[in-house]
């Protein structure tokens, strides 16, 4: 069999044309009556709409099987393409053969065309992907990794894959998963009485990363340009719509760059991901647009059009106490700001997205470059309407004596970092990144309100089945 995706079915394909198409039953109608005909909708995750085949009476199986047809049978049916009587889609299928491949029990089957919650739905990750919202969000996903790997390949940056299992803590980053292959019932113990780590698998306490940044850096500083694309992990107990405990993360990675640079290629990268979306999701988008976030549209196509707002954390204190609102978290000079704060930034001073740079050095991890003023860093937080934090990065503190300053002050143990320390040793080079969350840049594409919808199977605190 070979198989024509409905997609290019309904896009490219002439009345008249010859074709097989498999996939699942949506909906099906059955016509009674002395010309009795079935019409199935069909659905093959290649795009949203479905493709109607049409099934005449003379179909051999038609009483036995196609009449039987309904919501989650996976089916195969070929025949032409022709000019459709209904309204909604231009051709139809006239089948004159359609193979069941596998049935679907109409009493049990958990996703039928109708209205399910989220939350309903979550239960069902499995199943869900075969959902109009799920299955837009899953080709929006992927059209946003592509357009990633695309932009920075255009640019020469190279692809690098950072351990998922480490033993540095990016510090500041977030509570960490344990990796350990101790018996929790009888785990080894030192003379002291801790538990002797010596014994785990590695000879040493490791975890799941929290980021790749200390690792990219090392590369940065050899091949240049860099970035990594993948999963990161944090145990914070944030049930939040915007939080997850498995995320994808991409961090790239710049030599020779300044904070003014990285912010520089932040704002294009955005705009990249976004015009991306615009132009190769469209019926997706459409979708999104009618039923999720009517805005999402009109925002994307703003956030790629105009330039992006830049301005100091002290100013943006500054507007935020002359706002004259009263705020859940106080604001304070030094305080690090909540997602009420940004989105009044983002949605109602400016309007559009919004880059905070040289953040109070005591609420910034210890890499992050010293500011001659001696009270911040060169940080900088992408901040876009609704979501708040999308980006966080800053440039590196590159000096060694001041890096092992700082690393001291957190009660960091400078010869932990001997290799990350190496980099300001030998060639030491001014060098900036940042990192960006897939899953919150989905979420803003695609105008879904709860992280857990846009990414297969969340992992949550106190969840993860499947
Ligand atoms: P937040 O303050 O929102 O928790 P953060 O300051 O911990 O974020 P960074 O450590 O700077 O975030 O991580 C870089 C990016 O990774 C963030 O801008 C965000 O897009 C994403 N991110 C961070 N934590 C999570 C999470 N728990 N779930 C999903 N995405 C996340
Ligand atoms: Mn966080």
């Keep these: 069999m070979k198989r024509t995706l409905i997609k290019d079915a309904l896009a490219a394909m002439p009345v008249g044309t010859e074709l097989t198409v498999a996939g699942w039953v949506r909906t099906v109608r059955n016509h009674k009556g002395t010309h009795p005909l079935s019409f199935v909708n069909l659905n093959d995750g290649s795009c949203l709409a479905t493709l109607q085949v049409v099934a005449p009476a003379a179909l051999e199986n038609f009483v036995s099987e196609v009449q039987r047809l309904s919501a989650g049978c996976s089916v195969a049916a070929t025949g032409r393409l022709v000019a459709s009587q ?12 359609l193979r069941v491949v596998g049935w679907a029990d109409a009493e049990t089957y958990p996703v039928q065309q109708k209205h399910h919650t989220f939350e309903f739905l979550r239960a069902q990750a499995h199943l869900r992907p075969r959902t109009n919202t799920f299955g837009a969000v899953t080709r929006v996903r992927n059209a946003i990794s592509f357009a990633i790997h695309e932009f920075f390949q255009q640019r020469g940056f190279v692809y690098v894959n950072t351990p998922i299992i480490t033993a540095s803590d990016c510090e500041g980053a977030g509570q960490m998963f344990r990796v350990s292959t101790l018996d929790p019932a009888k785990l080894p113990r030192t003379p002291e009485g801790n538990v002797n780590f010596a014994e785990d698998f590695f000879g040493r306490q490791t975890y799941l990363t929290v980021s790749g940044q200390l690792e990219g850096e090392t590369y940065a500083c050899a091949l240049g340009n860099v970035y990594t694309f993948g999963p990161t992990f944090r145990a914070e107990n944030s049930n939040t719509p915007r939080h997850l405990a ?8 710049m030599a020779f760059c300044d904070l003014a640079g990285d912010a520089d290629l932040a704002e294009e990268f955005l705009k990249h991901i976004f015009t991306a979306v615009l132009t190769r999701c469209r019926e997706d988008m459409a979708f999104f647009a009618e039923h999720i976030d009517k805005t999402v549209i009109d925002t994307l196509t703003h956030i790629a059009a105009s330039p992006f707002e830049r301005l100091s954390y002290t100013q943006a204190i500054d507007i935020l106490t002359r706002s004259g609102k009263s705020w859940e978290y106080p604001i304070a ?20 997205p919004v880059i905070l740079t040289d ?10 470059r010293s500011n001659d003023d001696g009270k911040t860093v060169a940080a900088m937080d992408v901040l876009v309407p609704k979501i708040g934090e999308i980006i966080g990065g800053s440039q590196r503190e590159e000096r ?3 890096l092992v300053e700082k690393m001291k002050n957190s009660h960091l143990r400078p010869e932990d970092y ?13 060098h900036a990144g940042f990192g960006l969350g897939l899953e919150r ?3 803003f594409a695609t105008g879904m309100a709860n992280i857990r919808d846009v990414i297969p199977y969340p992992r949550t605190p106190g969840s993860a089945e499947f």
């Design 333 to 352: 000079w030094g305080g690090d700001l909540q997602t009420e704060h940004e989105r009044y930034l983002t949605e109602e001073v400016f309007n559009k």
């Design 359 to 368: 953040y109070p050095a005591q609420i910034k991890p210890f890499y992050m």
């Design 441 to 443: 840049t989905v979420q």
């Design 86 to 97: 209904g309204k909604g889609q231009a051709v139809e299928l006239l089948a004159s053969r």
């Design 246 to 253: 498995e995320f994808w993360m991409i961090e790239p990675e």
């Design 418 to 430: 001997w290799w990350y320390l190496d980099l300001r040793r030998y060639g030491t080079v001014e």
């Design 400 to 402: 060694l004596d001041v």
